[in-house]
């Protein structure tokens, strides 16, 4: 009995210890699988099919290094390779192990590491897929190829995305490559990868930073190792950041970060177009100024602040906060990278102003005397805008040009204005001091997914084309320097001089030539991220674009007209629920647009709100509001009708 219980016992072992090994491996196996499948597909082989790239015989470039996944189409059995620009001139080859053979349209056979048929962009063909002579499945593959536009490959560590779209702030080394237009490889090396962005992390298509080893310049850009890959999923046009930037650099705005549109891949999977633009950063990125953090931490033997200390002013509200380190340069004039920063509370160093809420991006950790030293100089800034230049004089302190570099100043006016950039002077508003210089200068602009008619809580073409934005929406620094007695002159001058040619030549040539360079990539985009009738979603695309370009056209008119006789314009206000947003008619003049048509209020997201549908606009009277509506004087409050479904 005894020993058929040690047998017993011994036949369970033997059963049961190698499954209780196994089991875990296999959970493992299983992780990794879903680690390194960004989304859940259907059951099929088509997955497991790759297209690599490969080296041409005799070729001199180097083409190795690249492997496509397939993405699922709208319709049963549908597949897409979304290929980079220059496919057509790789020698690429279809891979797969999982079995013996690919037949392309019942006549053209492929084994693993055989070839593409060379007129492969544009077609479809029909597959099937063989095993040991028998064919299992069927489907169809439409190869697609970018055109115009470079492209950017990461490979994480782990071979997948899974942790880095979980997690903001989780960080992972990778390896880049980028390839021109043409398909040739510009740049590659070793980077490491995180996500970006606020409110747009919440959205499917997400933003990524890089911090690359090496400085490099990518794509013929001045070299930096700070890189961002912007989504643009909140701008349906994904040209008004870019826009921004243009018209920037030809103001002359020192730091405009460069940028150039690329197709993204991500570990064989192609994510989209993204906007490949320098950081706003002073360590790496586009920004040139001295960098003190650098400094600190060179005084410091390399080490780290022991922590942070926060003030407060005597009423209990916030004052500034700053890091605590054993030591710090003689010399803390600079350089300081500053932005008006309504999260300023997740930093390490800020402080707040009466206006504004300051977070210090450069040095991220400040020391005490550095922050003492930066408050007090941007606050007596502050304070010359709120005073007049005799009293400032007559009190030994410095007036507002002694603090303000005028001329960049006016271009930031300028740009915030006429793009109508919801988040002016709240959020990636940035400006610098530099060492040996006591002048603030404003810039880099950054982050312009929120303007021409987009706000966060609405979509108001027609009436931000004719606002007022800064001085009736965004009453701050800006719009206290306008005020200034020569202040106006200079931006008006930079505007007619410098903005204003350069918005023409966007609007004439640039901007189109843009977008014509990046339609088959919005194509294969629109797909990726599941358009059911891509064609359509393109067409949408196109008018998005042509939207834009109409906006602008109108918004210049509007300023030129406006600049040159304000008193001939009435003011039309339109009172939303939590905001009031208004346009500027001539008098006597019908409104021109029925403000019903425009998309109202979007729901406040942030503190779960919805607000009821906004069906007409109503004048004091109560008489309703269309396009034909004659405004007849100077000020004139509307009030929305409210119903529907």
Not at 76 to 95: F, H, K, Y
Not at 166 to 184: H, I, K
């Amino acid at each position: 009995m005894k020993n058929r219980n040690r047998q017993t016992l011994l036949c369970f072992l033997l059963v049961f210890l190698p499954l209780a090994v196994l089991i875990p491996v296999f959970i493992g196996m299983e992780a990794e699988k879903g680690e390194k499948d960004a989304d859940p597909v259907r059951a099929s082989f088509f997955p497991q099919i790759r297209i690599t790239t490969a080296a041409r015989a005799g070729g001199a470039e180097n083409t190795d290094g690249q492997s496509f996944m397939l993405t699922e189409g709208g319709e049963q059995d549908q597949w897409t390779a979304l290929l980079p620009s220059g496919a057509g001139r790789m020698d690429l080859r279809v891979t797969f192990s999982a079995f013996d053979a690919l037949i392309l349209d019942g006549e053209i056979r492929l084994r693993s590491g055989d070839p593409l048929p060379e007129d492969f962009a544009g077609h479809t063909y029909r597959v099937s897929l063989e095993k040991k002579g028998t064919v299992f499945e069927e489907g169809k593959i439409l190869f697609l190829e970018g055109s115009g536009t470079p492209s950017v490959y990461i490979e994480t560590r782990s071979g997948g995305m899974k942790r880095i779209n979980a997690d903001r702030s989780y960080t992972e080394s990778a390896v880049y490559t980028v390839r021109t237009a043409d398909g040739a490889v510009q740049s590659g090396g070793s980077c490491r990868i995180h996500g970006r962005g606020h409110s747009s992390w919440d959205m499917d298509k997400k933003s990524y930073s890089l911090n690359l080893e090496e400085t490099d310049g990518l794509l013929g850009m001045t070299p930096a190792s700070k890189w961002a890959l912007v989504s643009n999923a909140m701008d349906s046009s994904m040209l008004r950041s870019w826009t921004a930037y243009q018209l920037a650099a030809a103001m002359g705005m020192e730091y405009t970060p460069e940028c150039c549109f690329v197709d993204l891949y991500l570990n064989g999977r192609y994510n989209g177009v993204y906007l490949l633009a320098q950081r706003v950063n002073a360590d790496g990125g586009s920004v040139g100024i001295r960098n003190l953090g650098r400094l600190n931490e060179q005084h410091n033997r390399g080490g780290s602040p022991t922590g942070t200390v926060k003030t407060v002013t005597e009423d209990g509200q916030d004052d500034m906060q700053y890091c605590t380190w054993k030591g710090q340069p003689e010399d803390i004039s600079g350089g300081y990278l500053l932005e008006c920063d309504g999260r300023y509370a997740d930093k390490d160093s800020w402080f707040l102003t009466e206006w504004n809420n300051i977070s210090v991006e450069c040095p991220e950790q400040c020391t005490r005397a550095e922050m003492e030293y930066i408050s007090a100089l941007v606050r007596d800034a502050e304070a010359s805008l709120l005073e007049s230049d005799m009293r400032r004089k007559s009190s030994g302190r410095r007036q507002w040009r002694e603090c303000f570099d005028q001329r960049s100043w006016a271009a930031m006016y300028i740009l915030q204005e006429f793009m109508v950039q919801y988040d002016t002077e709240n959020y990636s508003f940035f400006f610098y001091k530099k060492d040996g210089d006591d002048l603030l200068y404003a810039g880099p602009v950054w982050d312009f997914d929120l303007s021409m008619g987009r706000l966060w809580w609405a979509d108001l073409p027609q009436t931000t084309q004719r606002c007022r934005w800064i001085r009736n929406a965004r009453r701050a620094w800006l719009s206290m320097l306008m005020a200034k007695p020569g202040f106006k002159a200079t931006a008006d001058a930079l505007y007619l001089d410098s903005f204003r040619p350069a918005l023409l030549q966007l609007l004439k040539e640039d901007l189109p030539r843009q977008a014509d360079a990046m339609a088959s990539s919005v194509a294969m985009d629109r797909i990726r991220w599941g358009a059911e009738d891509p064609d359509a979603a393109v067409r949408k695309w196109q008018e998005d674009v042509a939207g834009i370009r109409s906006w602008m056209r109108g918004r210049d008119e509007f300023v030129c007209d406006y600049y040159r006789d304000p008193d001939s314009y009435s003011w039309v206000i339109f009172e939303y629920t939590d905001y009031n947003i208004s346009c500027y008619v001539k008098t006597g003049r019908p409104l021109g647009f029925d403000p019903a048509d425009q998309p109202g209020e979007a729901a406040n997201l942030e503190y779960g709100v919805t607000y009821e549908p906004i069906t007409g606009w109503e004048m004091p009277d109560g008489t309703p509001v269309t396009r034909d509506t004659r405004i007849d004087q100077k000020e004139v409050i509307l009030t929305p009708v409210r119903g529907g479904s």
